[in-house]
Every structure is written in structure tokens, then in C-alpha cells.
């Protein structure tokens, strides 16, 4: 399979504590992409990073890429209670994104 | 700017019934892109399009469905003959460039039951 890994599957955290998240993959890519999708619901567009970089910040946001490992993480700073949702990463090459299985986060009030 | 839209956003059907699922791309996009998400599943892509060309359909399975981008309206995926193990929710993203240089933007996606 295709399929990206991500760890841990499930996160739970306090509000205000930081919160970062694995992904590995298994091709060669063009870049990776961060998505959010909260329970039931679409997925929110948070961050991409090209192949070439190593390091991006949005925001409370920081993605690092290291292809040599053909590893990413992301963390979150500061959480807060509406951070809470599930966090996928997907890797590209051909177009088409690859997904992994997703890491839910909880942060508590 | 309106984002990606997707309807219907639920949709039953009875086995052996067609499921016809709909996906507008953002405005400038002119690439799209179907994924299909099982219950506590990530996302798993089945066919990239661009207007009224199929790119890669690696994903889509043999028999049964079907993918259109025509030059004018939206992106069709088309299911015939449902089966309860289509039940899904399937997912349109649209991006302004196929070139994997641009993000993709995903709709709210269509949730098909099969009963």
C-alpha cells in the first residue's frame, strides 16, 4: 500500500500545551500537505511544504520535512479547545495526494 | 469566492440503485480530484481530472464507476449499482494547477449510504 502512517493515532492534551504530530511516507514527493477535518465534516487546507524546504510556520502552526526520512511532523503551539479534530498529512507526486491514516487531537478546556 | 461545492451532501440509496455525486471547483480551478473516505479511515484518492480529460483513474475500481469533468458544468463521479460496501463518504478537492506546486481545497464532501 501507498498509504502514509501517521503517530500517534490519538492525541490528548490540556489547553495551552503544544501538541505535535508524525507522518511518514513512502514515495518520492513534490511537496506535503497538512489538512484538519473536524468530526463529520470537510477537510481545511493548513499548510503545504515543498520538497526543497525544511521548515514552514503559519501562524501557531510549524511543519518540518525531512526527506531523507521521508518523515514530516506537525506541531501546534498553544493549543486551544477548538483545535480539537483530526489531522491528516498528505504526501504528492503525480497529482494525486496521498493520504495518511490521521492523528485525532483532543485538547481539553 | 465561493470554495469547493458538492452536492448532494447526503445521499440513500438501495443496493443495485445509481449514486451520482456532484463537485463544483473553486472558481480558476481547473483541475479536480475525487477521494473516498471509509468510516474512521484517511482519505484515499480514485481519479484526477481536468476539463473533459481523464488524468489517472489508478484509484477508481474496475467496474461500476465512472468520472466526467465536461467543458461546461461539474465534475460527475457516477456509481451504478450500488452496493452497501460503497457506502462512503467521497470527497472533491480542485486545484489551480496540476503541477503539484498548488494546494488542493476540498469540498464538504457527499455522504452515500446504502441500504
Known amino acids: 500500500s501507498q498509504q502514509g502512517e501517521e503517530d500517534p493515532q490519538a492525541l490528548s492534551i490540556q489547553e495551552g500545551e503544544n501538541a505535535t504530530m508524525n507522518c511518514s511516507y513512502k514515495?518520492?514527493?513534490?511537496?506535503l500537505q497538512w489538512y484538519r477535518q473536524n468530526s463529520g465534516r470537510g477537510l481545511v487546507h493548513l499548510i503545504l511544504i515543498r520538497s526543497n524546504e525544511r521548515e514552514k510556520h503559519s501562524g501557531r502552526l510549524r511543519v518540518t520535512l525531512d526527506t531523507s526520512k521521508k518523515s514530516s511532523s506537525l506541531l501546534i503551539t498553544a493549543s486551544r479547545a477548538a483545535d480539537t479534530a483530526s489531522y491528516f498529512c498528505a504526501s504528492s507526486n503525480t497529482g494525486k495526494l496521498i493520504f495518511g491514516q490521521g492523528t485525532t487531537l483532543q485538547v481539553k478546556p | 469566492n465561493a470554495g469547493v461545492m458538492q452536492n448532494p451532501r447526503h445521499l440513500v440509496r438501495r443496493r443495485g440503485q445509481e449514486a451520482r455525486l456532484r463537485c463544483s471547483p473553486m472558481?480558476?480551478?481547473?483541475?479536480v480530484y475525487w477521494y473516498r473516505q471509509l468510516p474512521e479511515e484517511g482519505l484515499k484518492f480514485m481519479v484526477y481530472?481536468?476539463?473533459?480529460?481523464?488524468?489517472?483513474e489508478s484509484g477508481m475500481p474496475k467496474e461500476r464507476f465512472s468520472a466526467e469533468f465536461p467543458k461546461e458544468g461539474p465534475s460527475i463521479l457516477r456509481i451504478q449499482q450500488v452496493v452497501r460496501g460503497d457506502s462512503a463518504a467521497y470527497f472533491c478537492?480542485?486545484?489551480?494547477?496540476?503541477?503539484?506546486?498548488?494546494?488542493?481545497?476540498f469540498g464538504p464532501g457527499t455522504r452515500l449510504t446504502v441500504t
Open positions: 478537492a480542485s486545484s489551480q494547477s496540476g503541477t503539484d506546486k498548488g494546494e488542493q481545497y
Open positions: 472558481k480558476g480551478h481547473s483541475h
Open positions: 481530472l481536468q476539463k473533459e480529460n481523464i488524468i489517472d
Open positions: 514515495t518520492s514527493i513534490n511537496n
